[in-house]
Nanobody, 124 residues
Framework: QVQLVESGGGLVQAGGSLRLSCAASGRTFSTNAMGWFRQAPGKEREFVAAISGNGGNTYYTDSVKGRFTISRDNAKNTMYLQMNSLKPEDTAVYYC?????????????????WGQGTQVTVSS
C-alpha cells in the first residue's frame, strides 16, 4: 500500500521558517516527479512547488520563489519543503503528491498519490 505522510507543520510567526517532510512508503518514487500543494480555508488547492525524480529540476509558483526550496533524498524516499520568510498568506494545509508518470507539473490532476496534509499557520 502506497502512503505519503507529511510532517513538520505548525504555528510560526511571520518571518519565521518551517521545514516540511514527506515520507513515502509502499514503493520507491526515485524516478517520479513529486510536488507540494496547499489549500487555505475557503480556497481551492493550489500548486506550490515540484521536483523531478532525480532532483535536478524544480518549479515554483511565483508567490514562493526565493522563499521556499523543494528538495528530495531518494535514499530515504523523502521529499522536503524548506519554507523561509513565512507570511500570514502562507497559512494553509500543505499536501505532498507524487506522479506515476510524467515530469514536473503544477496541475493537481496529474498527481496520483497524495498525503493527508499538514497544517501550517503563520501569525502576524
Amino acid at each position: 500500500q502506497v502512503q505519503l505522510v507529511e510532517s513538520g507543520g505548525g504555528l510560526v510567526q511571520a518571518g519565521g521558517s518551517l521545514r516540511l517532510s514527506c515520507a513515502a512508503s509502499g514503493r520507491t518514487f526515485s524516478t517520479n516527479a513529486m510536488g507540494w500543494f496547499r489549500q487555505a480555508p475557503g480556497k481551492e488547492r493550489e500548486f506550490v512547488a515540484a521536483i523531478s525524480g532525480n532532483g535536478g529540476n524544480t518549479y515554483y509558483t511565483d508567490s514562493v520563489k526565493g522563499r521556499f526550496t523543494i528538495s528530495r533524498d531518494n535514499a530515504k524516499n523523502t521529499m522536503y519543503l524548506q519554507m523561509n520568510s513565512l507570511k500570514p498568506e502562507d497559512t494553509a494545509v500543505y499536501y505532498c503528491a507524487a506522479r506515476m508518470t510524467g515530469g514536473l507539473s503544477s496541475a493537481h490532476y496529474n498527481y496520483n498519490y497524495w498525503g493527508q496534509g499538514t497544517q501550517v499557520t503563520v501569525s502576524s
